[in-house]
């Protein structure tokens, strides 16, 4: 069994900054890919930004702002937002792509969410 579980949500100002973190426990052997979603109230959920081997993608709009970063010791992925926009907001979730044991296969597990709201 794995767990996905993310933290660091809040509300904040336009400009202003937050660190979002997520932690996989359980039976895992490894984790390859962990990153975040975004999905904003009545739209789709999107990708905001992920991590592989040292390797990052950002989305469009988050370039230059966000930053993700991880722990592997810790099975920990992090997104630093910096100079928040009010559509930045809504719902971040983290997933994380998990192997159980070393012949098990490739499994992405989700978190539950966290709500960031940029607003004044």
């Known amino acids: 069994q794995v767990n996905v579980v993310e933290s660091g949500g809040g509300l904040v100002q336009p400009g202003g900054s937050l660190r979002l973190s997520c932690t996989a426990s359980?039976?895992?052997?490894?984790?390859?890919?962990m990153g975040w979603y975004q999905q904003a109230l009545g739209k789709e959920r999107e990708l905001v930004a992920n991590?592989?081997?040292?390797?990052?993608y950002y989305a469009a709009p988050v370039k230059g702002r966000f930053t993700i970063f991880r722990n592997n010791t810790r099975n920990t992925v992090y997104l630093q937002m910096n100079n928040l926009k009010p559509e930045d907001t809504g719902v971040y979730y983290c997933?994380?792509?998990?192997?159980?044991?070393?012949?098990?296969?490739?499994?992405?597990?989700w978190g539950q969410g966290t709500q960031v709201t940029v607003s004044a």
């Open positions: 991590i592989n081997d040292g390797s990052t």
């Open positions: 997933y994380a792509g998990i192997k159980m044991t070393p012949s098990s296969r490739l499994i992405t597990y």
């Open positions: 359980g039976t895992i052997f490894s984790s390859n890919i």
